[in-house]
């Protein structure tokens, strides 16, 4: 059974940083990409950044430029680093891991607030 368990999430003013984690168990994520999306208050889920495999890296257009993705495959964990943040990034941030193309496993969010 896959798990994914994020951490990191807080409350931050306009202009910090945070660095999100997700800590993944249950298969070998080696081969998988993995991703980050995130949903606010009233809005569809949102496709923030993903991972392959092999290291390819994918960006939303509201957060490129400012939010880094990168995993460790030895430890299983998938890193978001999020710098100059803003009120709009305010949401809550979901881990998910690819399998039969799509995102079938997601973890269970976790809240980040940018107070402006």
């Known amino acids: 059974q896959v798990q994914l368990v994020e951490s990191g999430g807080g409350l931050v003013q306009a202009g910090d940083s945070l660095r999100l984690s997700c800590a993944a168990s249950?298969?070998?994520?080696?081969?998988?990409?993995m991703g980050w999306f995130r949903q606010a208050p009233g809005k569809e889920r949102e496709f923030v950044a993903s991972?392959?495999?092999?290291?390819?890296?994918y960006y939303g257009l509201s957060v490129k430029g400012r939010f880094s993705i990168s995993r460790d495959n030895v430890a299983n964990t998938v890193y978001l680093q999020m710098n100059s943040l803003k009120p709009e990034d305010t949401a809550v941030y979901y881990c998910?891991?690819?399998?039969?193309?799509?995102?079938?496993?997601w973890g269970q969010g976790t809240q980040v607030t940018v107070s402006s």
């Open positions: 998910t891991v690819r399998g039969d193309g799509t995102w079938d496993s």
């Open positions: 249950g298969r070998n994520f080696r081969t998988s990409a």
């Open positions: 991972i392959t495999s092999s290291g390819g890296t």
